[in-house]
């Protein structure tokens, strides 16, 4: 069997106008985890990452600390298979829909959200009738079609290592859930529920050979959680 490690980012600028950075937490928390899995010697074959920012910066703060402590690594793969979807877009695809729900989400006129605490409740409407809708909006891909490019992207970078090998790929709550319903069988609704449990810096782990994969762990924050201050652990 194989080892597949998805790792989510670390907490992006949310509610900010450039969401694709790491905040200053979100940094902090990559950091935490790279010594983390440094110490626990874990001991990658390939690392991957999405092509979002926030994810190449996470992988970034693995490969710079074992760049500095002497632990080979191996260089980072992008692959754009592992970029989460747009709720950006979705919102604005889906709004004449839910017009009028949440008024105090809305941007003002520097396009910047006012409260982000409506944003957030918006969000998980709009999101759960995107994955339950089974159609999309133009320009906005179905969940079905979302999880599909996910799936064949975990399915190629399998193929690319071979059996009995340790992966650690990169990437945001999207794809995690995706490979999450993938390997338990979820509904869509149950797979989005989940997604929204997914910390900030948190780490899951598949197990993979020629037949699929398999929930080993789910949701790792034990070493954020080892810091105590309860604001490492984040979920936007």
């Known amino acids: 069997m194989g080892n597949l490690y998805m790792i989510r980012h670390g907490q992006a600028s949310f509610g900010s ?41 996470t992988a970034g703060a693995l490969i710079e600390l ?70 999309g909006k133009p320009g906005i891909p179905t969940w079905e079609a979302f999880r599909e490019r996910v799936v064949s992207g975990l399915k190629r970078i399998i193929a690319e290592n071979g059996r009995g090998r340790t992966i650690v790929l990169f990437t945001s709550g999207g794809p995690i859930s995706a490979a ?21 810096g948190s780490v899951t782990k598949f197990l993979y050979n020629g037949e699929g994969i398999a929930l080993a762990s789910f949701n790792e924050t034990a070493h954020l959680a080892l810091r105590r201050d309860p604001a490492l652990i984040t979920y936007r």
């Open 17 to 57: 106008e450039n969401y694709d950075q790491l905040s200053e937490t979100g940094r902090l928390q990559s950091r935490i985890l790279a010594e983390h899995l440094l110490e626990i010697g874990l001991a990658p074959d390939a690392i991957y990452a999405g092509g979002m920012e926030r994810q190449k910066d």
């Open 66 to 135: 074992g760049r500095e402590r002497g632990a080979p690594l191996p260089g980072l793969r992008v692959d754009t298979a592992f970029n989460e979807y747009s709720s950006r877009q979705i919102i604005l695809a889906y709004a004449e829909d839910f017009k009028g729900e949440e008024p105090s989400a809305a941007q003002d006129r520097n396009g910047n959200y006012v409260n982000v605490s409506a944003l957030e409740r918006l969000l998980e409407k709009v999101l759960l009738h995107w994955v339950n809708s089974g159609c």
């Open 180 to 200: 999450l319903q993938t390997a338990l069988g979820l509904s869509n609704e149950e797979t989005l529920r989940a997604a929204w449990r997914i910390a900030n």
